[in-house]
């Protein structure tokens, strides 16, 4: 059972440069999120995902770009990396559950340092 | 959004019960109060949620306030592997903001042998 798979685990970025951060979950979670988390802070929700096709910002989106194509990925896209942007990224999945979520699922975590 | 309050951290001895206090006072009706906690370099595991009564699961109990402006997250016998930062989340279930889930700065629980 892998649950959430983020990928990669580590990455190093130069200024400007642009990747993507990888998410995919099997348990047919309608939501998702992504975080990330700077040392010693707690986490700040950047996207979150009710469903295929459905996007909303979180806390902290400036810089960032998701889409969600289909239930199980939801890939977050980072354009021009600055160095404000190193940080642990988290992805995790939900679904909805008595008038609430269920508990989420949060994957291993990408470090990610722009240089 | 409603907000939680929680303190920075606490400490505790292994075998001994914690209580970790969560302050809601501006908690809706459609709220329900979840809590995670984050062990050292890992990411967030779910404990328990409720609504109005309180729970309890394999990891923890959750005591609500009658008037819900507050909860209690209790660990019944603290081990070290308990030592994490535990967060106090007011989930919306209704409203344009359901399914949401943000995290405040939480609580550092130390756990000393």
């Known amino acids: 059972n892998a649950g959430v798979t983020q990928t990669p685990k580590f990455r190093i970025l130069k200024i400007g440069q642009s990747m993507t951060l990888q998410c995919t979950q099997d348990?047919?979670?309608?939501?998702m999120y992504w975080y990330r988390q700077d040392p010693g802070m707690g986490l700040k929700l950047i996207y979150y995902?009710?469903?295929?096709?459905?996007?909303d910002k979180g806390e902290v989106p400036n810089g960032y770009n998701v889409s969600r194509s289909t239930t199980e990925d939801f890939p977050l896209r980072l354009e021009l990396a600055a160095p404000s942007q190193t940080s642990v990224y988290f992805c995790?999945?939900?679904?909805?559950?008595?008038?609430?979520?269920?508990?989420?699922?949060f994957g291993q975590g990408t470090r990610l340092t722009v240089v | 959004d409603a907000k939680t309050t929680q303190p920075n951290s606490m400490e505790s001895n292994e075998e001994e019960p914690v209580h970790l206090p969560c302050n809601h006072s501006?908690?809706?009706?459609?709220?329900?109060i979840h809590w995670y906690r984050q062990l050292p370099s890992q990411g967030p595991e779910y404990v328990i949620h409720?609504?109005?009564s309180n729970v309890n699961n394999r990891m923890a109990s959750l005591a609500i306030a009658e008037d819900r402006k507050s909860s209690t997250l209790i660990l019944h016998r603290a081990t070290l592997r308990d030592a994490a930062v535990y967060y106090c989340?007011?989930?919306?279930?209704?409203?344009?903001?359901?399914?949401?889930?943000?995290f405040g700065q939480g609580t550092i629980l130390t756990v000393h042998p």
């Open positions: 501006t908690i809706s009706g459609t709220d329900y």
């Open positions: 995790a999945s939900s679904r909805p559950g008595a008038g609430s979520i269920t508990e989420a699922f």
């Open positions: 995902s009710v469903g295929a096709g459905i996007t």
């Open positions: 348990m047919n979670h309608n939501y």
């Open positions: 409720g609504l109005t």
């Open positions: 989340i007011l989930i919306d279930a209704g409203g344009t903001s359901y399914g949401k889930l943000t």
